[in-house]
């Protein structure tokens, strides 16, 4: 099906038309359209437009009115009902109560709602999540975690080639330990599975690797021999030893088992092609030192290689530079992530690459990018973090627990699920314990996605399950229940079916969820292009607010209704319905149909 125009671009064609029109010496000026309180569209264009051709904004403004037809002038399928000049010259528009349903009619007729696909649809390699082997994951990772796909979730939905990156922690120096003390407790890590459940495999694999890290971690600092042997160890991983590599794939897959526990907690897809971790580009790393020394881009200072940038100097006023290579022949973060870039740009053919990372790290990644770019890996403007605030207790403070530790993910659902159960089971008292158990999961966390998306990227947010999970105010749990109170509507519409009236006038109530419907696409696309998925969890919210006020100012099934009217009001539930469960999808919330 061909995009579905929207009603601001439809009148803004119009009186993009009716200015060439009636004021061809303007050229294609733009009218400068936006909502309005006072219409539903006003045009401010004709101040600029004025000042250029030197005369009376009112009187170009009322020459253009003169060139739009309306209902008032019996046009038999207007999309204007009004338009007047204002104030100094601006433009008040007022569509037509049909083209307001005939425009969602179309809407509603197509499967992905009117919104059209990208026009040049490219390649984008999108790094997130990013956690650790043998690590916990921590509440530092749900940011990077949901904002990274949603967005992924977003550009596929428009089109985009997306390749996702979970750039994992899986190479360094403690690896030696950890593979030392496998070696001489090799049932360290055996386990038989006899669960499918992924959540608690999971949390098994990650009891078994806290086990070994433990132990290892505490015969390292009591036994020197110990320490020596796990030190011999980094250098055979190193240098691609066969025993050695084989424990370290076992730790490996032991951390993907309990990654994928998590995420789908989270309810977050992980495939093992999406994991390419530091270890990955080993290989390259020495070919990326020759080529930027070689380039001059990078030099030897003091044994180690560097990039020096004329803007980033420390607080004695020297310059700090980026370190690829570490004076002992070690490479750091620097050098993995040129050789990602390199990977990403010439191998995988990325046109953008993005990484949802930590905003501490904004100083590391604007080193990187010019870096790549100095060597010629990186084309101008193809990268781009996209740094994100922290997460805050409800003392304003970075989120931990009473002993001050970094609060584990797992610990953070398991409490938003808690927390879900009890408001699903005391709004619901008719449930089973199995369906209290399955919405409380989709509430719970869903409501601390919602609360992580809702909140712009750069901010940081303070983390209250309680507001989280409540039915009021700002939260998943509202949009959740305006869904589920529109499907319990259609389930009780009996035979009636939805189904577009254009013929029929509407309420403002009506008209102001009508407009709110048609602005879907235009938010997915200015979402997908700035990357700012806070907006489309605010127009969610505007549009679970629109409906409420709909549904106290409109009864959809009251008896004296006209069946025409039943119709035409269950169509704008069902849209309005269909674009929530879109939109929550594309934030990888749950719409459950009950709650």
Same mark, same amino acid.
């Given at each position: ?302 044994? *180690?290689?560097?990039?020096? %940038?004329?803007? @980033?100097? +420390?607080? #004695? /006023? $020297? !310059? ?62 193809? *990268?781009?973090?996209?740094? %994100?605030?922290? @997460?805050? +207790?409800? #003392? /304003? $403070? !970075? ?74 105010? #700002? ?121």
């Amino acid at each position: 099906m061909a995009p579905v125009p929207s009603l601001a671009a439809t009148v803004h064609q119009r009186l993009a038309e009716a200015l060439a029109a009636a004021l061809p010496e303007a050229g294609a000026a733009d009218p400068l359209l936006r909502r309005s309180d006072r219409a539903d569209f006003q045009a401010n264009g004709m101040l600029a437009l004025a000042k250029k051709l030197g005369g009376n904004p009112r009187e170009l403004a009322g020459q253009v009115v003169d060139r739009i037809p309306t209902a008032d002038d019996a046009d038999p399928d207007p999309v204007v009902r009004a338009i007047e000049v204002s104030g100094p010259g601006f433009l008040n528009i007022t569509v037509a109560d049909s083209a307001i349903t005939s425009t969602l009619a179309l809407r509603a007729a197509d499967d992905r709602l009117g919104v059209p696909y990208a026009e040049r649809p490219g390649t984008t390699v999108i790094d997130y999540s990013q956690p650790n082997v043998a690590k916990e994951m921590h509440v530092g990772h749900l940011r990077s975690t949901v904002i990274g796909d949603a967005i992924v979730q977003i550009l596929e939905h428009r089109g985009e080639t997306v390749v996702r990156r979970h750039h994992i922690g899986d190479w360094g120096t403690q690896f030696g330990m950890l593979i030392q003390y496998l070696i001489e407790h090799p049932h360290e890590l055996d386990h038989a599975s006899d669960t499918a459940d992924a959540t608690a495999e999971g949390e098994a694999a990650m009891s078994r690797l806290n086990r070994l890290y433990k132990a290892s971690r505490a015969l390292f600092d009591s036994d020197e021999e110990f320490k020596d042997r796990a030190r011999r160890r980094v250098v055979d991983l190193q240098a691609g030893d066969e025993e050695t590599l084989a424990l370290w794939h076992k730790i490996v897959d032991e951390s993907k088992i309990y990654f994928r526990g998590v995420y789908t907690k989270l309810d977050v897809e992980i495939r093992d092609e999406d994991v390419v971790g530091e270890s990955a580009y080993n290989d390259d790393l020495h070919a990326v030192c020759r080529e930027l020394e070689s380039s001059g881009v990078a030099v030897r200072s003091e044994g *180690a290689l560097c990039v020096f %940038f004329d803007d @980033v100097k +420390g607080p #004695d /006023g $020297k !310059p700090v530079p980026l370190i690829v290579q570490k004076s002992n022949g070690g490479f750091g973060y620097a050098a993995t992530d040129l050789a990602a870039i390199r990977d990403r740009v010439g191998s995988l053919k990325a046109d953008t690459l993005l990484y949802v990372v930590d905003a501490r790290q904004a100083l590391h990644f604007k080193m990187v990018f010019e870096t790549a770019r100095r060597a010629g890996w990186l084309p101008e403007g193809a *990268a781009r973090q996209l740094p %994100f605030g922290t @997460v805050l +207790g409800k #003392d /304003g $403070k !970075p989120f931990k627990t009473r002993e001050g530790e970094t609060v584990r993910l797992v610990d953070l659902l398991d409490e938003a699920v808690d927390r879900a159960a009890v408001v699903v089971a005391e709004k619901a008292p008719d449930l089973t314990a199995e369906e209290v158990s399955e919405r409380a999961a989709q509430v719970g966390i869903g409501a601390v996605k919602y609360a992580d998306l809702s909140t712009s990227l750069t901010r940081d947010y303070i983390f209250d399950l309680d507001r989280m999970v409540s039915l009021n105010g #700002d939260t998943s749990v509202y949009l959740q229940y305006a869904y589920a109170r529109i499907q319990s509507i259609l389930r009780k519409a009996g035979t009636a079916v939805p189904k577009a009236r254009p013929e029929l006038p509407l309420s403002p109530a009506e008209r102001a969820l009508g407009l709110h419907l048609d602005e879907f696409a235009e938010t997915l696309a200015a979402v997908a292009e700035t990357y700012e998925p806070h907006k489309l969890a605010a127009y969610l919210y505007q549009l679970a607010s629109a409906f409420t006020t709909f549904y106290d100012q409109c009864p959809v099934l009251k008896k004296d209704n006209s069946p025409e009217l039943v119709e035409n009001r269950l169509f704008f539930c069902d849209l309005t319905a269909r674009t929530l469960r879109q939109g929550m999808a594309l934030l990888g919330i749950r719409t459950p149909e009950r709650l």
